[in-house]
Nanobody, 123 residues
Framework: HVQLVESGGGSVRSGGSLRLSCAASGSPYKRYAMAWFRQAPGKEREGVACIEGDGTTNYRKSVRGRFTVSRDTAKHILYLQMNSLQPEDSAMYYC?????????????????WGQGTQVTVSS
C-alpha cells in the first residue's frame, strides 16, 4: 500500500513560483508511474504532469514550458516546480501513483492518491 502526502502549496501573485512536493511511503516507489492533478471549484479534476520510472514525462498543454515534474528516487519524493503562475492555475493539487510503467494524465489511471495541497494565484 502506498501513502502520498503533498506539501508546498500556498498563495502567490501572478507570475510567481511554487514548488510542490509529494512524499511517498509504503510499497516500492521507484518503478511507479506518478502524476500531479488539480481540481478547481466546480471543475473536474485534470491531469497536469506525469512521470514514469525511467524519467519520461508528459504535460498538460497549458502548463508545458512553465511546470516541471521530477522525482528524487532516493528520498521517495515527487516534485512539481511551477513557474509563471497564473490565476487559472489556482486549484487543489493532488499527487497520484500506481504500479504501472506508462504514466497518464487520466484521473482513472491511478490507484493511490494524496489529500491535496491548495495553490492560489492572485492577479
Amino acid at each position: 500500500h502506498v501513502q502520498l502526502v503533498e506539501s508546498g502549496g500556498g498563495s502567490v501573485r501572478s507570475g510567481g513560483s511554487l514548488r510542490l512536493s509529494c512524499a511517498a511511503s509504503g510499497s516500492p516507489y521507484k518503478r511507479y508511474a506518478m502524476a500531479w492533478f488539480r481540481q478547481a471549484p466546480g471543475k473536474e479534476r485534470e491531469g497536469v504532469a506525469c512521470i514514469e520510472g525511467d524519467g519520461t514525462t508528459n504535460y498538460r498543454k497549458s502548463v508545458r514550458g512553465r511546470f516541471t515534474v521530477s522525482r528524487d528516487t532516493a528520498k521517495h519524493i515527487l516534485y512539481l516546480q511551477m513557474n509563471s503562475l497564473q490565476p487559472e492555475d489556482s486549484a487543489m493539487y493532488y499527487c497520484a501513483a500506481d504500479d504501472v510503467v506508462v504514466c497518464s494524465l487520466s484521473n482513472t489511471w491511478y490507484k493511490y492518491w494524496g489529500q491535496g495541497t491548495q495553490v492560489t494565484v492572485s492577479s
